[in-house]
């Protein structure tokens, strides 16, 4: 990958960005509501799978055909190692959601967030984005070439970035119960002591 492309897949990347954490926090009322009513959380994940779809499209072109990288057999087992703990911590921390309620189904039906409790046990109880966290190990773990870093690099910054506003939201939504929780449990990564 020359400048350029390094340039045109760290623009896909911040548009995704910008439109997935911006059209986030909808309600039926206000944001994708407005266009897609009870079926704006629906439209939403559709609308980011889309649009990582694109990125990865972009990011494929970008590449295109570029070798991978020469890394040490201990190397390439602590990458599938990691691999392997996003997958489990990913669909650990998914049993702790209503499905319905993360797919877009329960405000389909008319159930909406406000109805959602605030998840602080499980995982949750060692890590505020236990998902967040499965999405790290999954992108840092598949480097083996240089769109492959890339990807862990913007994919990394946006998680930060958009586990801030994530985080604004459920202030307002669950007040000092979250300002509570967020004192006490880490973003990302569980304390070790």
Same mark, same amino acid.
Request: hydrophobic share 50%.
């Given at each position: 990958?020359?400048?350029?492309?390094?340039?045109?897949?760290?623009?896909?990347?911040?548009?995704?960005?910008?439109?997935?954490?911006?059209?986030?926090?909808?309600?039926?009322?206000?944001?994708?509501?407005?266009?897609?009513?009870?079926? &704006? @959380?629906?439209?939403?994940?559709?609308?980011?799978?889309?649009?990582?779809?694109?990125?990865?499209?972009?990011?494929?072109?970008?590449?295109?055909?570029?070798?991978?990288?020469?890394?040490?057999?201990? $190397?390439?087992?602590?990458?599938?190692?990691?691999?392997?703990?996003?997958?489990?911590?990913?669909?650990?921390?998914?049993?702790?959601?209503?499905?319905?309620?993360?797919?877009?189904?329960?405000?389909? @039906?008319?159930?909406? =967030?406000?109805?959602?409790?605030?998840?602080? =046990?499980?995982? &949750?109880?060692?890590?505020?984005?236990?998902?967040?966290?499965?999405?790290?190990? $999954?992108? #840092?773990?598949?480097?083996?070439?240089?769109?492959?870093?890339?990807?862990?690099? #913007?994919?990394?910054?946006?998680?930060?970035?958009?586990? &801030?506003?994530?985080?604004?939201?459920?202030?307002?939504?669950?007040?000092?119960?979250?300002? @509570?929780? @967020?004192?006490?449990?880490?973003?990302?990564?569980?304390?070790?002591?």
């Amino acid at each position: 990958m020359n400048l350029v492309d390094h340039i045109l897949y760290a623009g896909a990347w911040v548009a995704f960005g910008l439109s997935h954490s911006l059209t986030a926090g909808a309600g039926p009322k206000r944001g994708l509501g407005h266009l897609f009513g009870r079926a &704006h @959380r629906l439209a939403y994940n559709g609308l980011a799978a889309l649009q990582i779809a694109l990125v990865m499209s972009v990011g494929a072109w970008a590449a295109r055909g570029e070798p991978p990288f020469s890394m040490p057999q201990w $190397l390439v087992l602590l990458r599938w190692g990691m691999i392997l703990g996003g997958l489990v911590l990913g669909t650990v921390a998914l049993r702790a959601y209503d499905f319905g309620a993360f797919a877009g189904l329960a405000q389909f @039906r008319g159930e909406e =967030d406000a109805t959602q409790p605030l998840v602080s =046990d499980g995982l &949750h109880r060692h890590m505020r984005h236990p998902l967040y966290t499965a999405a790290l190990l $999954l992108l #840092w773990g598949r480097v083996d070439g240089e769109l492959a870093l890339a990807t862990a690099i #913007w994919g990394s910054l946006y998680l930060a970035i958009g586990s &801030h506003y994530e985080e604004r939201r459920l202030m307002v939504r669950y007040g000092e119960t979250y300002s @509570r929780y @967020r004192a006490i449990t880490p973003r990302f990564f569980p304390r070790l002591f």
